[in-house]
């Protein structure tokens, strides 16, 4: 394998000394002189016409500047990720409790909400839905106009009935998934003011700032040129903050005032209005031979987008192309209904959809190999994914498929946990498991266009500073680039200056999410700094007069590969192609090679590459109390190549973390989850232990070799952990999360036979 000098290291990362000082202003802490506070007056019902509203008693209250409605908007008053549907403020009809009626900008907070409650919405309610299934009846109160089926994903890949005919066995369940709240650290906020220009500045927690400035600009009629938008210290995301949230409040006002303003979401307003994971009821049916082999699958899947949009679309798309699992089915059909609800909108959050399919897909596995008294590990190996493999959407695997590589590296911890540790005799209530959980996650949007761009540029000087549109929100992308630049130009990170997320001075990364940064906007940066390399090589052979195949670049420095005595600095070389008109920027893009989805077959080829992962759960459950105790978790990632490993380390922990979440507790019901009081997270006294396995098939179109590990992290925690529970309580659990009530339910026959022997 090929050595590096930055690629594979653990460098510090960017601005972590400041960052461990607590120097970066997060939106809510920037200063800006004289800052009007803005508030957002929000809908009280699921659905409803309004037939007025009345700001004249809040303009009265001092302190009030101004009150804004839908009609203050001057250009194309609807936002959305990929449909255009929700309106900034609505102007006719609300679809969940929550949506936006009204702006308030005042001096003073106490003001602002003083506002609030003087503003007078007359509302005619509407009968709502809130059930997808219901939504998708006739006679059903229509959301949109347009009906209540957003969007139908269909996969259909050879004859499954005909397969279910020779199946050995043919295994149907459904499963079920809650909607969920991302809680990141930091609300939404952001700030902003008018720069001398005239242009709207806007510094806000997002992940895509510059989707932001094209909706804020489109909200405003203005031309993209006088928004700018910089990403600000940014307190988590987790894909909520792709969202258009705070952003186009803020250039609204600054829009009719010109004065400076701040708004910051409360941890309630957070919790009522932004986007949640979309909850899925899923059915799978499966068909196996005698042997265990996968012949035929059929997955019908509800995705409840909620009331609007957002990334329903791409969670309906790759929640079907990933329901196989990482394994090969000959006999595949899906079909997604997207539909909309009365219910808080769907947005992107942490896999797009994968977490949900992969508990139903890993469930079925489970409950297969205990059919047919096969391991769970094994029966996985059999029939995972490899080079030269098809999957339901029909693309051939040719490069990088690491699943059965990854079912290695957890073998031996797997099988001492089950012939040792599930065996240790603990109090009569509680029961060990042992539970495999598998994934496979396509890299980066699903079959669409998909590009990235960035930027090098040598000073005169000879110092390097690279320009990236990508929003760093804690996953370490502005190391991780710095690095890959550092690599092609042989310098120390340290002499790579980054200017990251601020559209004025950067082209569009695209978003911050499907774990696309790493392989699509890194090979954007490696293009760009390939492009110095090679003038440096070509001007360093001018000046040092000798062929450029002999021509090396070393540490800030062209010299004689050969071993000679020439060499001349990059400053003196920057110097020279000034001189000579010679620019000193360059450009980089780079766009996956993907095929469409047929929209009748879903034939296609959705992404360049593909994540795999393996976790093994270690459970303990109480069936007298309902208490689950996750004590282990062993995760092997195929990450491609690990740039950095100490941070792939660390989204694996985190994605854990995450998963944790997912299987045991967390659940968001509209109308009764208000805060971070009626929401259950994972502390770290619900933390296991976790031993992350990096495993490394190189991408052959990635940066040296890499993928991505952003949300595969999280993907295979709870499936496992789920099948550790069925293992522990010899009952299979099918809806998220298993909480203390669920666990009770499925530990009841062994409570009651417990009781029973206890009471002769």
Same mark, same amino acid.
């Given at each position: 394998?090929?050595?590096?000098?930055?690629?594979?290291?653990?460098?510090?990362?960017?601005?972590?000394?400041?960052?461990?000082?607590?120097?970066?202003?997060?939106?809510?802490?920037?200063?800006?002189?004289?800052?009007?506070?803005?508030?957002?007056?929000?809908?009280?019902?699921?659905?409803?016409?309004?037939?007025?509203?009345?700001?004249?008693?809040?303009?009265?209250?001092?302190?009030?500047?101004?009150?804004?409605?839908?009609?203050?908007?001057?250009?194309?008053?609807?936002?959305?990720?990929?449909?255009?549907?929700?309106?900034?403020?609505?102007?006719?009809?609300?679809?969940?409790?929550?949506?936006?009626?009204?702006?308030?900008?005042?001096?003073?907070?106490?003001?602002?909400?003083?506002?609030?409650?003087?503003?007078?919405?007359?509302?005619?309610?509407?009968?709502?839905?809130?059930?997808?299934?219901?939504?998708?009846?006739?006679?059903?109160?229509?959301?949109?106009?347009?009906?209540?089926?957003?969007?139908?994903?269909?996969?259909?890949?050879?004859?499954?009935?005909?397969?279910?005919?020779?199946?050995?066995?043919?295994?149907?369940?459904?499963?079920?998934?809650?909607?969920?709240?991302?809680?990141?650290?930091?609300?939404?906020?952001?700030?902003?003011?008018?720069?001398?220009?005239?242009?709207?500045?806007?510094?806000?927690?997002?992940?895509?700032?510059?989707?932001?400035?094209?909706?804020?600009?489109?909200?405003?009629?203005?031309?993209?040129?006088?928004?700018?938008?910089?990403?600000?210290?940014?307190?988590?995301?987790?894909?909520?903050?792709?969202?258009?949230?705070?952003?186009?409040?803020?250039?609204?006002?600054?829009?009719?005032?010109?004065?400076?303003?701040?708004?910051?979401?409360?941890?309630?307003?957070?919790?009522?209005?932004?986007?949640?994971?979309?909850?899925?009821?899923?059915?799978?049916?499966?068909?196996?031979?005698?042997?265990?082999?996968?012949?035929?699958?059929?997955?019908?899947?509800?995705?409840?987008?909620?009331?609007?949009?957002?990334?329903?679309?791409?969670?309906?798309?790759?929640?079907?192309?990933?329901?196989?699992?990482?394994?090969?089915?000959?006999?595949?059909?899906?079909?997604?209904?997207?539909?909309?609800?009365?219910?808080?909108?769907?947005?992107?959050?942490?896999?797009?959809?994968?977490?949900?399919?992969?508990?139903?897909?890993?469930?079925?596995?489970?409950?297969?190999?205990?059919?047919?008294?096969?391991?769970?590990?094994?029966?996985?190996?059999?029939?995972?994914?490899?080079?030269?493999?098809?999957?339901?959407?029909?693309?051939?695997?040719?490069?990088?498929?690491?699943?059965?590589?990854?079912?290695?590296?957890?073998?031996?911890?797997?099988?001492?946990?089950?012939?040792?540790?599930?065996?240790?005799?603990?109090?009569?209530?509680?029961?060990?498991?042992?539970?495999?959980?598998?994934?496979?996650?396509?890299?980066?949007?699903?079959?669409?266009?998909?590009?990235?761009?960035?930027?090098?540029?040598?000073?005169?000087?000879?110092?390097?500073?690279?320009?990236?549109?990508?929003?760093?929100?804690?996953?370490?992308?502005?190391?991780?680039?710095?690095?890959?630049?550092?690599?092609?130009?042989?310098?120390?990170?340290?002499?790579?200056?980054?200017?990251?997320?601020?559209?004025?001075?950067?082209?569009?990364?695209?978003?911050?999410?499907?774990?696309?940064?790493?392989?699509?906007?890194?090979?954007?940066?490696?293009?760009?700094?390939?492009?110095?390399?090679?003038?440096?090589?070509?001007?360093?052979?001018?000046?040092?007069?000798?062929?450029?195949?002999?021509?090396?670049?070393?540490?800030?420095?062209?010299?004689?590969?050969?071993?000679?005595?020439?060499?001349?600095?990059?400053?003196?070389?920057?110097?020279?192609?000034?001189?000579?008109?010679?620019?000193?920027?360059?450009?980089?893009?780079?766009?996956?090679?993907?095929?469409?989805?047929?929209?009748?077959?879903?034939?296609?080829?959705?992404?360049?590459?593909?994540?795999?992962?393996?976790?093994?759960?270690?459970?303990?459950?109480?069936?007298?109390?309902?208490?689950?105790?996750?004590?282990?978790?062993?995760? !092997?990632?195929? +990450? /491609?190549? =690990? *740039?950095?490993? $100490?941070? @792939?380390? #660390?989204?694996?922990?985190?994605?854990? !973390?995450?998963? +944790? /979440?997912? =299987? *045991?507790?967390? $659940?968001? @019901?509209? #109308?009764?989850?208000?805060?971070?009081?009626?929401?259950?997270?994972?502390?770290?006294?619900?933390?296991?232990? @976790?031993?992350?396995?990096?495993?490394?098939?190189?991408?052959?179109?990635?940066?040296?070799?890499?993928?991505?590990?952003?949300?595969?992290?999280?993907?295979?925690?709870?499936?496992?952990?789920?099948?550790?529970?069925?293992?522990?309580?010899?009952?299979?659990?099918?809806?998220?999360?298993?909480?203390?009530?669920?666990?009770?339910?499925?530990?009841?026959?062994?409570?009651?036979s417990i009781l029973k022997e206890r009471k002769k």
């Amino acid at each position: 394998m090929k050595t590096y000098h930055s690629i594979g290291k653990n460098p510090t990362r960017f601005a972590v000394s400041e960052k461990l000082q607590g120097k970066p202003a997060f939106c809510a802490d920037i200063p800006l002189e004289n800052a009007l506070e803005l508030r957002v007056l929000r809908s009280p019902h699921k659905h409803a016409l309004i037939k007025k509203i009345d700001a004249e008693e809040a303009c009265k209250i001092k302190g009030v500047v101004r009150v804004f409605t839908a009609g203050d908007i001057p250009g194309k008053n609807l936002t959305g990720i990929i449909n255009k549907d929700r309106p900034l403020l609505v102007a006719k009809k609300v679809r969940f409790e929550g949506d936006a009626v009204a702006l308030v900008a005042a001096e003073n907070e106490v003001a602002a909400e003083q506002a609030l409650s003087a503003i007078r919405v007359d509302y005619e309610e509407l009968p709502f839905v809130i059930d997808p299934e219901e939504a998708l009846k006739e006679g059903a109160p229509h959301v949109h106009d347009d009906g209540n089926l957003l969007f139908t994903r269909k996969i259909r890949k050879g004859n499954v009935e005909s397969a279910f005919q020779k199946s050995h066995l043919v295994i149907e369940k459904t499963y079920h998934t809650a909607a969920l709240e991302h809680t990141y650290l930091e609300p939404d906020a952001g700030v902003g003011y008018v720069d001398t220009d005239g242009s709207l500045v806007i510094m806000a927690s997002t992940q895509n700032p510059h989707y932001d400035r094209g909706d804020v600009a489109t909200l405003l009629d203005m031309e993209k040129e006088k928004v700018r938008i910089i990403q600000a210290a940014t307190g988590g995301g987790f894909g909520s903050k792709l969202d258009l949230n705070v952003q186009g409040f803020i250039g609204l006002a600054l829009y009719h005032l010109k004065r400076p303003v701040r708004y910051v979401f409360s941890r309630e307003e957070a919790f009522l209005a932004t986007a949640k994971r979309h909850p899925l009821k899923m059915t799978l049916k499966t068909g196996v031979d005698r042997d265990g082999k996968l012949l035929a699958m059929k997955a019908r899947i509800v995705c409840d987008t909620g009331a609007y949009a957002s990334y329903g679309l791409a969670v309906a798309s790759r929640a079907p192309v990933h329901a196989t699992g990482p394994y090969e089915v000959e006999h595949f059909e899906a079909d997604c209904l997207c539909v909309y609800t009365n219910n808080p909108f769907g947005g992107a959050m942490r896999g797009f959809g994968v977490p949900q399919i992969a508990f139903a897909h890993e469930s079925q596995m489970d409950a297969i190999a205990e059919a047919l008294s096969i391991d769970p590990l094994e029966i996985r190996r059999f029939n995972c994914l490899k080079i030269g493999s098809r999957m339901g959407t029909g693309q051939e695997l040719k490069a990088s498929a690491g699943m059965g590589d990854c079912l290695d590296a957890v073998e031996k911890q797997y099988q001492r946990a089950v012939n040792s540790w599930r065996s240790v005799d603990t109090s009569p209530f509680k029961r060990r498991g042992v539970g495999v959980g598998a994934m496979f996650y396509g890299i980066g949007n699903t079959g669409v266009k998909n590009p990235s761009t960035a930027q090098i540029e040598m000073n005169e000087d000879g110092t390097i500073t690279l320009f990236t549109g990508c929003a760093d929100i804690g996953q370490g992308s502005t190391t991780v680039f710095a690095q890959i630049a550092a690599e092609e130009l042989n310098l120390p990170i340290d002499a790579i200056k980054v200017i990251a997320a601020d559209t004025k001075f950067t082209t569009s990364a695209g978003a911050t999410s499907a774990s696309r940064q790493t392989y699509i906007s890194g090979n954007a940066v490696r293009e760009a700094a390939e492009n110095l390399r090679e003038l440096l090589i070509a001007q360093g052979a001018d000046l040092l007069k000798i062929p450029a195949g002999e021509v090396v670049l070393d540490s800030g420095f062209v010299r004689d590969g050969n071993g000679g005595e020439k060499k001349a600095g990059f400053s003196q070389i920057a110097r020279e192609a000034k001189k000579n008109g010679v620019s000193l920027h360059f450009e980089g893009a780079f766009d996956p090679d993907t095929v469409p989805l047929d929209p009748e077959t879903g034939q296609g080829v959705p992404y360049a590459t593909y994540a795999f992962a393996c976790h093994v759960a270690l459970v303990e459950a109480d069936v007298a109390t309902g208490e689950v105790r996750v004590e282990k978790i062993i995760a !092997a990632h195929d +990450v /491609g190549r =690990a *740039l950095y490993p $100490e941070s @792939v380390r #660390g989204q694996i922990l985190g994605g854990v !973390a995450m998963g +944790v /979440g997912f =299987a *045991l507790m967390e $659940e968001y @019901v509209p #109308g009764e989850t208000e805060s971070m009081k009626d929401y259950y997270i994972p502390t770290s006294a619900d933390m296991p232990e @976790v031993e992350p396995i990096i495993v490394e098939c190189p991408e052959p179109t990635g940066p040296f070799g890499a993928k991505g590990v952003g949300e595969p992290a999280l993907i295979p925690t709870a499936p496992a952990i789920l099948n550790a529970l069925s293992d522990a309580l010899g009952e299979r659990i099918l809806s998220l999360p298993a909480n203390l009530e669920r666990v009770l339910e499925a530990g009841a026959q062994i409570r009651r036979s417990i009781l029973k022997e206890r009471k002769k």
